[in-house]
């Protein structure tokens, strides 16, 4: 790829990108009410990408053995745990990541 077509696509990329980000403004900025369907589609999505995510976490779960299926289960216990408590979704990944990491490496080494 020459330096001309590197050139073109990075402000093709550039500018989709803030096209992308800027339409939502253009299209529901200033004091318009937002749709109904667009207000419901903010209260649904968060949790619905939520849930997919802890299946796709917990697809390949194997129950051979404790160690196979106990670090997943209590890490997903964790975020539960902290979810409830501190209400932070940043706090609650973590906090089960390193939970789980911590059985891997340590416990269920």
Request: proline fraction near 6%.
């Amino acid at each position: 790829m020459s330096d001309i077509h590197a050139l073109a696509l990075i402000l093709v990329v550039a500018l989709c990108t803030f096209a992308i980000r800027a339409l939502p403004f253009v299209l529901f900025g200033g004091s318009r009410e937002l749709p109904a369907p667009i207000v419901y589609l903010g209260k649904v999505l968060p949790p619905a990408v939520m849930a997919t995510l802890v299946v796709y976490c917990v697809r390949s779960t194997t129950f051979a053995s404790v160690s196979g299926f106990a670090p997943q289960f209590i890490a997903l216990a964790a975020v539960a745990v902290l979810h409830v408590w501190k209400r932070n979704v940043l706090l609650s990944m973590f906090g089960g990541t390193a939970v789980y990491m911590l059985l891997v490496q340590i416990v269920f080494a």
